[in-house]
């Protein structure tokens, strides 16, 4: 029963590490989701980028104008990587997105595993607490069952001790009557001679 119970106890643990994992993930699918609004950053620096290009693709070749769609040329490179970025984000927060409703089943499922074995638990205990209970008046009864036989024992012995003392002096009683009828045959005897 007691191994029943470590049993019980070790895969419970299990559950509830399973369990503090689940919400370890929730809560960074929580964080994550927090950087939705990538999305809207980059629909604006796409807008911003469409705008650059329109810019470059329509600017003279003067040398002011070359400065400026240098820039621009820097600039739209600093966006696209930017985006880059933010892209990778997103789809990783898409990737995580994708888990929330397995995550929240595998959640309920392990929630209720968990209420399941920690009832399963509270009967295990309380079924070894009944049998300890059982065992300790069976054993009392047992032990005072030991004790009335030992006692009718020893009673039984001390009754056959006096019988066999009894008996004794008995037969030493009627051994000594027997010598002594012996005797006076044997006196009676020899005077009727």
Do not use: P
């Not at 689940?22 to 990538?38: A, I, N, Y």
């Not at 693709?57 to 930017?82: C, M």
């Not at 059982?134 to 009335?148: I, P, V, Y």
């Amino acid at each position: 029963m007691s191994r029943q119970l470590k049993e019980l106890n070790d895969m419970l643990a299990v559950k509830e590490q399973m369990m503090s994992e689940c919400v370890t993930m929730e809560q960074k699918r929580e964080s994550l989701k927090r950087q939705l609004t990538f999305e809207k950053k980059i629909k604006m620096l796409e807008e911003k980028k469409k705008k650059l290009t329109q810019q470059l693709s329509g600017s003279k070749t003067s040398a002011a104008v070359g400065k400026i769609s240098e820039q621009q040329r820097q600039r739209l490179n600093e966006l696209k990587q930017h985006m880059a970025e933010l892209q990778k984000k997103l789809k990783e927060q898409t990737r995580i997105g994708n888990f929330k409703e397995q995550t929240d089943k595998q959640l309920k499922s392990l929630t209720e595993q968990i209420v399941r074995m920690k009832q399963q638990r509270v009967q295990l205990m309380k079924q070894i607490k009944e049998e300890s209970e059982n065992f300790r008046k069976w054993k009392m009864e047992q032990d005072k069952k030991l004790m009335q036989l030992k006692a009718e024992d020893r009673k039984r012995d001390c009754e056959m001790a006096k019988m066999e003392r009894q008996h004794s002096k008995s037969q030493d009683f009627y051994k000594r009557k027997a010598e002594e009828a012996a005797m006076v045959l044997l006196l009676y005897i020899s005077f009727t001679d």
